[in-house]
Nanobody
Framework: QVQLAESGGGLVQPGGSLRLSCVASGSFFPLNAMGWYRQAPGKQRELVAVIRSGESTNYGASVRGRFTISRGDAKNTVYLQMNSLEPEDTAIYYC??????????WGQGTQVTVSS
């Protein structure tokens, strides 16, 4: 099992920025992908951004151009730089990892609240 430890959530005003971090541990194999999903109250979990082992990225339509995903040098860390935050970005953000043997793994989630 892969453990995913998230950090960086919090309260920010509209137009502000936050940076989320997620560190993966417990895998003997390189992960196929890492990324972020989010779930707002009363809504389904949705893709925020994913980065694959070949460094290709995919973003959800609502965050494209405002959020940037990147990986650390050790490849077991993923970052999400969130700029120009809007109240609609308020959600629990979940770190995601795709393990080559056991599939999707999820973190516990970190709350992001955008409010004045």
């Amino acid at each position: 099992q892969v453990q995913l430890a998230e950090s960086g959530g919090g309260l920010v005003q509209p137009g502000g920025s936050l940076r989320l971090s997620c560190v993966a541990s417990g895998s003997f194999f390189p992960l196929n992908a890492m990324g972020w999903y989010r779930q707002a109250p009363g809504k389904q979990r949705e893709l925020v951004a994913v980065i694959r082992s070949g460094e290709s990225t995919n973003y959800g339509a609502s965050v494209r151009g405002r959020f940037t995903i990147s990986r650390g040098d050790a490849k077991n860390t993923v970052y999400l730089q969130m700029n120009s935050l809007e109240p609609e970005d308020t959600a629990i953000y979940y770190c995601y990892a795709e393990h080559p043997r056991i599939g999707a793994q999820w973190g516990q989630g970190t709350q992001v609240t955008v409010s004045s």
